[in-house]
């Protein structure tokens, strides 16, 4: 199929071959760049931590244009100086649809938070990992901003526990919580709601007096997958600062070979 471009646009005497002009009539809903691992720093409340995030920067190309300067979305993240949070992704959306001339942008970072946490009985320290993954899209001069973080749990099977003559079968589940708010939700404030929803949380480290406080834990608190989405559904409906929520529950099977889930979100299917 053959199509025309307009003469290219001089930048510095050379030529822009992305400003020619297209003629195909076809929009492009996203482009961009995506797997660029990058440094940040994230604000998270009063606590503020470094990692390595990787990030997706993206706009909306009109129909016009052939193409999109993909260095300047680089440049846009060697230039970032404030920490990650989601009350600046607004700012930093309408930051790279300026800077790419665009109508429409999108950004994502994923990359994993660490919450020192001390163990229930004997109070020994440790880090535990989280994947939190903040995102956001402008556009028609509206921002929207979704902060979703997957948190390891333990969950004891209720139908295990009641039909068995003694134990019942448990496994490690992940929590994935993402939510868009009109005021700041903390980060560790999600990752608490998942655990206190649980059947039991997860450590870093534990001490023998610790194993049996969540093994009992869990036994006197035994939720199906369905009870997780269900019971963390419920806090975060009861939030006013929550707008949207999406609660999706994995359990990793110890005596399936597959995977059990379930997914309750308040826009509905």
Known sequence: MEWEVAAPAQRDGIEDVQGRRDTRRLAIDAVGIRDLRHPVTVADGDAVQHTVATVRLAVELPAERRGTHMSRFVALMMEESEP?????????????????????????FRFPFFVKKQAPASGVASLTDYEVCLAGRLSGGRAHVRTEVTVPVTSLCPCSKEISDYGAHNQRSHLRLAVETSDTVDIREIVATAEEEASAPLYGLLKRADEKYLTERAYENPKFVEDLVRDVALRLRADERIEHYRVEAENFESIHNHSAYAVIDSRGA
């Open 84 to 108: 990650l949070s989601a009350d600046m992704l607004p700012r930093l959306l309408g930051d790279v649809a300026r800077r790419l001339e665009a109508r429409a942008a999108e950004v994502e």
